[in-house]
């Protein structure tokens, strides 16, 4: 079993950054990925950015150029660095990490507000 526990949230100005965390503890050989994902009221969770076992990244189109997504194997943590950041942006932001033919685990969620 794995838990991930998402910090660095909180209220930004446009154009502002923050940068997130995920801290997995335990271990399951079946994690392929991590990444994050987003939610905004009213509409669907969906992917901002993810790194496979591999080091493939994949981010959503809307992120490209203004967030990073890093991972440190050492510490068991992945990172999602954002800057430039837009109303838009607004979310909660979970963390995720993909496995092999099971479900995928969720972190809990972190608040992002863009706001002047």
């Known amino acids: 079993q794995v838990q991930l526990m998402e910090s660095g949230g909180g209220l930004v100005q446009p154009g502002g950054s923050l940068r997130l965390s995920c801290a997995a503890s335990?271990?399951?050989?079946?994690?392929?990925?991590m990444g994050w994902y987003r939610q905004a009221p009213g509409k669907q969770r969906e992917l901002v950015a993810r790194?496979?076992?591999?080091?493939?990244?994949d981010y959503s189109d809307s992120v490209k150029g203004r967030f990073t997504i890093s991972r440190d194997n050492a510490k068991n943590t992945v990172y999602l660095q954002m800057k430039s950041l837009k109303p838009e942006d607004t979310a909660v932001y979970y963390c995720?990490?993909?496995?092999?033919?099971?479900?995928?685990?969720w972190g809990q969620g972190t608040q992002v507000t863009v706001s002047s």
């Open positions: 790194i496979t076992t591999g080091g493939i990244i």
């Open positions: 335990g271990n399951d050989f079946s994690i392929n990925s």
């Open positions: 995720n990490a993909g496995r092999l033919f099971r479900v995928p685990y």
